[in-house]
């Protein structure tokens, strides 16, 4: 771990300041992903500035036909909120079965989004949901937001400040875990919403991405069948040591028919 400087913010717009005025500084706030980082020297930060106990980034809020969740609201906060299980259950399950009891009870959900790993889970409720990110500078919707492989548009000195999740008519998750870090290797989320159908997929590419063919598939008929003519391109799937693009491509395709089976029983 290389040396750095330790900042404790009491406000928001005081880590912003911090931020602002050290261009290399990371904002830490449950640490799952920078802690091992540094750990392993990928990174090299000049401070950290800790926003981990902001009240103004906790919360959890069900109002105006939405749900807000504050940037630091950690996973088994989600995972166990009544509000949350009443208005997007499927939010709830997906922050259950996020890694290991220790992660879901330090890890949050700004600090998973932000960080936008390509087998985070958050980033596909986010994109299927069409949820808004709200940050310190602006309103981003999540289309707009994600960009690639830990590429988001959040610019040096934003900070995400909450989530803003519409509430679907239905919706559903399922996703295949790796047996030791319980990240997606392929994770895939339904939304019913007033729109129309959405689908979103973790895990399987460089970054989460909607697979549009499902989407038009299911808003013709909502049962797993649907998908049985459908496929994705292997050679935009990810290929490491545990799975071959290949075998990827066609686990989004069980894991969607998993979720659309759900979605039918919630």
Known sequence: MFEFNY?????????AKYIAANPEAKL???????????????????????????????GIQSKNGGLS????????????????KKAIPAL???ADNIGDPQVRNRGT??????????????????????????????????????????TTALKVDEIIVRVSFPVPRRAAYAKFPHPASGYAMAGVFIA???TGVRVAVTGAGP????????ESALAKSMS????????????????????????????????ARRAVQKLLES
């Open 7 to 15: 900042l404790k913010a009491t406000s928001l717009s005081e880590a």
């Open 224 to 255: 797993p069948a649907a998908l049985d003519d459908l496929s994705l391109a292997s050679a935009d799937m990810n290929e490491d040591i545990h799975a071959t693009r290949e075998y990827r491509a066609n686990l989004v395709k069980v894991m």
């Open 92 to 94: 709830a399950y997906l």
């Open 192 to 194: 019913e919403t007033k």
């Open 207 to 214: 970054g989460v991405f909607r697979w549009s063919d499902a």
């Open 109 to 150: 959900l700004g600090g998973s989004v932000a960080n936008n790993d390509p087998a985070a889970d958050y980033p596909a409720a986010v994109l299927a949901l069409d949820a808004l990110i709200v940050t310190t500078q602006r309103e981003i919707s999540a289309e707009e937001f994600f960009q690639g492989m830990f």
């Open 28 to 58: 830490l706030a449950g640490g799952m992903t920078l802690i091992p980082t540094l750990k392993q020297r990928l990174a090299q930060p000049s401070h950290l500035v800790d926003i981990g106990g902001l009240p103004e980034l906790r």
């Open 69 to 84: 969740l504050g940037a630091a609201t950690q996973h088994h906060e989600i995972a166990t909120s009544a509000t949350v």
